[in-house]
């Protein structure tokens, strides 16, 4: 739990180490800001933030790396990445990469069974996530590479970079014969706004499975969403991605021998491929020494620019139709309710898709398995004015101002476009958003939304920021901020706290900013569990063995109120319990 300034090779340095723990640091302004040395193995680095990377002008920017790891088993997890650097003497601003793994002229290191999650890495001009073999002539050296549930968002603008701004990337030495790596493992991931790949495999490869991968806006100078350019490669699957807004090219397979079971390419949706070079704009582009070893099918293509569509692949059983995302303007890419790709896959053996939910019966296409969103009531909250914050869902559940709120100034910026603004004056400013049969009944729910509150909330109770609580009974929830600072989740029958065991409450940071915060809510007809995060990070849970009497809740839904002083943004409820896999995403503002 330090704060760590310097300007040095490794503000935290890791040799010679077994078992140990890099956590909860923040570290700014240098070059390597935790290096785990190759004598080093199994070490975890966690929950550190990590900005500002640091480079001397006559260096190249790898000098700049957050994480450096050559060592075994190690595990990379929740971190938070600013690759923004500037060159030590001269004012500069370029980015280094992220998170590295390397070997490096050293005979006797190697990589084995990394796993690399829940990171987010963002500002980078090279790679988001890399693993590269530097060492030559020396055969397999890194086995079993995991990376997986990583936020990997906007690298250089497209011309600015050094043109290896890929999102996740793995390599060795080109022009090595040798095969260094087996066992590369990339699923459940989102990578956003890079110039060139959003996974990258290249050299000499064996063994690699790419799935479950929400890729989108990649390619500007290059490449495209999925990119493998290698000597050799055996039996590479394809799986589960969705790929958006891709230049270049969609799936690129380049290489003269694949062998083994080739690569397959299954159960992807490929949709908004554009591109400036002649000849590409394919949702899958294959080389003619590649053609034999790629096979495939019940891929989704859609708006594809380039005509044919693809080169040298032909999609076995494959449908060409608008995927009908919720909502891809905002960023919501999971299938509508009426979407072809649903039950249109085959079956891959894939156990959960990129929310975590598990797959079962027939395969759907696409990163997300095609289940309803469960939203009974989204109040985005963008209306910027008026008496009306309207409901995104097909109930219509609007929420209406109440009428001490001053709409002339309670509309105001916040998480995500605009948010509204309470004070603590009295007791009537809140949003109505009735009782409809939509939001009754619910034994199993999550409600969640961004909150930033007053710092000076020490002492003051009843700061409500969803409830459901009312009625001549007064039954319902409430998530609310207390007079201790906390922030707690109530579950209330009768007018009194139902049941001890599922009272949760956990610090909120009062530090001006905007956090999100969700509460969820189970009964499986045996057990009630209910849980709290802050920021996607689970604080507080409870369970208990008895029937909830609180689902029959008659009271109106309300956003904010009583002395809630702060402002309120992306209010939302679900008729479903998610995932906490679900809930981390959200808080990092992608859905």
Avoid at 72 to 96: H, K, M, P, Q
Avoid at 205 to 219: M, P, Q, R, T
Avoid at 297 to 324: E, H, K, V
Avoid at 332 to 339: A, M, V
Wanted: charged fraction near 15%; include cysteine; glycine fraction near 10%.
């Amino acid at each position: 739990r330090q704060t760590l300034y310097a300007v040095t090779d490794g503000a935290v340095l890791l040799n010679n180490s077994q078992h140990c723990e890099v956590k909860n640091n923040y570290i700014t302004q240098c070059a390597r800001g935790i290096m785990v040395a190759g004598t080093s193995d199994y070490c975890t680095v966690e929950d550190n933030f990590i900005e500002k990377s640091f480079a001397y002008a006559s260096s190249n920017y790898w000098y700049a790396t957050p994480i450096f790891s050559v060592a075994n088993y190690a595990t990379i997890r929740r971190n938070e990445i600013d690759g923004l650097i500037t060159f030590y003497d001269d004012s500069t601003l370029v980015a280094g990469q992220g998170i590295a793994l390397e070997i490096q002229n050293y005979p006797n290191y190697y990589c084995y069974g990394a796993q690399i999650y829940r990171n987010e890495v963002r500002n980078v001009a090279w790679w988001g996530i890399r693993c590269q073999q530097f060492i030559t002539n020396t055969g397999i050296q890194a086995v079993d590479i995991n990376v997986y549930e990583n936020y990997i968002h906007d690298s250089a603008a497209p011309g600015a970079g050094t043109g290896e701004e890929d999102g996740i990337a793995f390599g060795c030495n080109a022009g090595d014969a040798y095969n260094h790596f087996t066992g590369v493992n990339v699923y459940r991931n989102v990578i956003y706004n890079f110039v060139n790949s959003g996974v990258i495999v290249c050299n000499y490869w064996d063994d690699a499975d790419i799935y479950g991968n929400l890729i989108g806006k990649v390619g500007y100078d290059g490449a495209g969403g999925i990119y493998l350019s290698t000597a050799t490669l055996k039996d590479c699957n394809i799986y589960n991605n969705t790929l958006y807004d891709c230049r270049h090219d969609g799936i690129v397979c380049y290489g003269a021998y694949f062998g083994g079971q080739g690569v397959k390419i299954n159960n992807n949706i490929i949709t908004d491929v554009s591109f400036t070079q002649s000849g590409h704009g394919k949702a899958v582009f294959v080389s003619a020494n590649a053609a034999p070893y790629v096979s495939g099918g019940y891929n989704c293509f859609y708006d594809i620019d380039g005509s044919p569509t693809t080169l040298n692949f032909t999609n076995t059983n494959g449908i060409t139709s608008d995927p009908s995302f919720c909502d891809s303007a905002a960023g919501n890419f999971h299938l509508g309710d009426s979407s072809l790709c649903i039950g249109a896959g085959t079956d891959v053996d894939l156990d959960y898709d990129l929310d975590y939910n598990a797959i079962t019966g027939t395969a759907d296409i696409g990163c997300y398995k095609g289940i309803s969103y469960s939203q009974a009531c989204y109040l985005k909250m963008d209306e910027g004015s008026g008496f009306t914050a309207y409901d995104e869902t097909a109930n219509a559940n609007d929420g209406t101002l109440s009428a001490a709120l001053d709409t002339s100034t309670c509309w105001v910026d916040a998480a995500i476009d605009k948010g509204v603004s309470f004070t603590s004056s009295n007791w009537n400013k809140y949003i109505d958003c009735g009782n409809d049969a939509s939001l009754n009944g619910l034994s199993n729910y999550t409600v969640c939304a961004w909150v930033k509150a007053d710092s000076s909330g020490s002492g003051t109770g009843n700061r409500y920021v969803i409830m459901k609580y009312g009625g001549s009974t007064l039954e319902g929830f409430m998530l609310r901020l207390e007079s201790n600072n906390n922030i707690a989740f109530y579950q209330v029958a009768n007018g009194v706290v139902w049941n001890a065991n599922l009272v949760l409450s956990t610090a909120f940071p009062h530090d001006g900013l905007f956090h999100h915060v969700a509460a969820t809510f189970s009964y499986d007809g045996t057990t009630i569990a209910d849980k709290l995060y802050i920021d996607g990070i689970l604080c507080d849970s409870g369970s208990d063995t008895l029937v909830p009497d609180i689902s029959t809740s008659l009271s109106t839904l309300r956003i904010g109120g009583g002395v809630f002083n702060g402002i309120l943004d992306e209010a939302k409820v679900y008729g479903r319990v998610l995932t906490e896999k679900e809930i981390w995403a959200i808080s990092r503002m992608w859905q």
